[in-house]
């Protein structure tokens, strides 16, 4: 699976951006694809994740009823739409995917994804 980024920028505080992930290779679906992020010196924070089969999703607390994660009809393309922005969201975003054996993603961390994107920086002023 081959994962790109896209749409990442600076933007100022309360305002919205959205991230694309551009998919390719994903057969035998369905999948976990997840949206990481990570700031300056810390791990890779799981911010949003979608059970491609029901488009069921879940959110981290930091960014629950801002951000939704989303898929194309075709399924080959991820979003990331993030909205009322504060600096706090400053980092690199990444998109990932793994083939999960549960029928939902909420147990997969960062370890148990196999395939990623190479970032995209965000940054909020």
């Known amino acids: 699976v081959q994962l790109v980024e896209s749409g990442g920028g600076s933007v100022q505080a309360g305002g919205s951006l959205r991230l694309s992930c551009g998919a390719s290779?994903?057969?035998?679906?369905?999948?976990?694809v997840a949206w990481f992020r990570r700031e300056s010196g810390t791990r890779r924070e799981r911010v949003a994740a979608?059970?491609?089969?029901?488009?069921?999703?879940l959110y981290s607390a930091s960014v629950e009823g801002r951000f939704t994660i989303s898929q194309d009809w075709a399924a080959t393309t991820y979003y990331l739409q993030m909205n009322s922005l504060d600096t706090g969201d400053t980092a690199i975003y990444y998109c990932a995917a793994l083939r999960p054996a549960a029928t939902e993603c909420s147990s997969y961390g960062e370890y148990s994804y196999t395939d990623w994107g190479q970032g995209t920086q965000v940054t909020v002023s």
């Open positions: 979608l059970y491609t089969d029901d488009n069921s999703a």
């Open positions: 290779g994903m057969i035998d679906k369905p999948y976990c």
